[in-house]
């Protein structure tokens, strides 16, 4: 409980400081993430990587998710926030990037994902930015993989079809605001 209200203050804190950035006043509820991740298979992944890993609650749940060999990549823009994420979790299959999210392949050792994660707030982004986020999800992915993205509205949806075979949409209430969930597989079986 204390946790989560010092969770909570964190990230309103980051919000205040970098609203674009952040993209939203709370975390996102554990509910609309354990919904998001049921969208992909990540007890069978290898790689995970995780993008605008915040406070952690999409890190921890992918965590339990994980198998003890596979190994998960989460890329944090904000300092604060990404020595908060090492500090607090010890878990050795986790590595915490203070990187942009742009620059994701220059952390993944030449691998692709199996399953990646996108926590980044792409609506309230400027649209150069954007563009160059979004371009980067199938790029760090492998052939076959997915990704799955969180949204506070639907606007993304096109942008995801320009890039992926297929994309699945679902809409979860148990958020505030309620969230949009996409899951878009990559090309190719690999
Ligand atoms: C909507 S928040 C989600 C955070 C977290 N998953 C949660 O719900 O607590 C978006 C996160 O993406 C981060 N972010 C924004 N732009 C980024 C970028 N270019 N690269 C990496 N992280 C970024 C923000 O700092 C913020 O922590």
Same mark, same amino acid.
């Given at each position: 409980?204390?946790?989560?209200?010092?969770?909570?203050?964190?990230?309103?804190?980051?919000? #205040?400081?970098?609203?674009?950035?952040?993209?939203?006043? #709370?975390?996102?509820?554990?509910?609309?993430?354990?919904?998001?991740?049921?969208?992909?298979?990540?007890?069978?992944?290898?790689?995970?990587?995780?993008?605008?890993?915040?406070?952690?609650?999409?890190?921890?749940?992918?965590?339990?998710?994980? +198998?003890?060999?596979?190994?998960?990549?989460?890329?944090?823009?904000?300092?604060?926030?990404?020595? &908060?994420?090492?500090?607090?979790?010890?878990?050795?299959?986790?590595?915490?990037?203070?990187?942009?999210?742009?620059?994701?392949?220059?952390?993944?050792?030449?691998?692709?994902?199996?399953?990646?994660? +996108?926590?980044?707030?792409?609506?309230?982004?400027?649209?150069?930015?954007?563009?160059?986020?979004?371009?980067?999800?199938?790029?760090?992915?492998?052939?076959?993989?997915?990704?799955?993205?969180?949204?506070? +509205?639907?606007?993304?949806?096109?942008?995801?079809?320009?890039?992926?075979?297929?994309?699945?949409? &679902?809409?979860?209430?148990?958020?505030?605001?309620?969230?949009?969930?996409?899951?878009?597989?990559?090309?190719? +079986?690999?």
């Amino acid at each position: 409980m204390r946790q989560g209200l010092a969770d909570g203050a964190r990230f309103l804190r980051a919000f #205040l400081a970098h609203p674009r950035q952040v993209g939203a006043v #709370l975390p996102t509820s554990r509910t609309a993430i354990r919904a998001m991740l049921d969208l992909a298979d990540v007890p069978a992944a290898r790689l995970v990587v995780e993008l605008g890993a915040g406070t952690g609650v999409a890190t921890r749940e992918i965590l339990a998710r994980l +198998s003890p060999e596979a190994r998960l990549v989460a890329v944090e823009i904000d300092p604060r926030l990404a020595r &908060r994420l090492t500090e607090r979790i010890g878990d050795p299959r986790l590595q915490v990037v203070c990187d942009s999210a742009e620059d994701v392949d220059a952390h993944l050792d030449g691998e692709a994902a199996d399953v990646l994660v +996108s926590m980044l707030p792409f609506t309230s982004l400027d649209a150069d930015l954007r563009r160059r986020l979004l371009d980067q999800l199938p790029r760090a992915l492998r052939p076959g993989g997915t990704a799955v993205v969180i949204q506070y +509205s639907p606007l993304i949806l096109g942008e995801l079809r320009r890039r992926f075979a297929d994309v699945r949409l &679902r809409i979860t209430p148990w958020n505030v605001p309620p969230a949009f969930l996409f899951a878009g597989t990559r090309d190719g +079986s690999g």
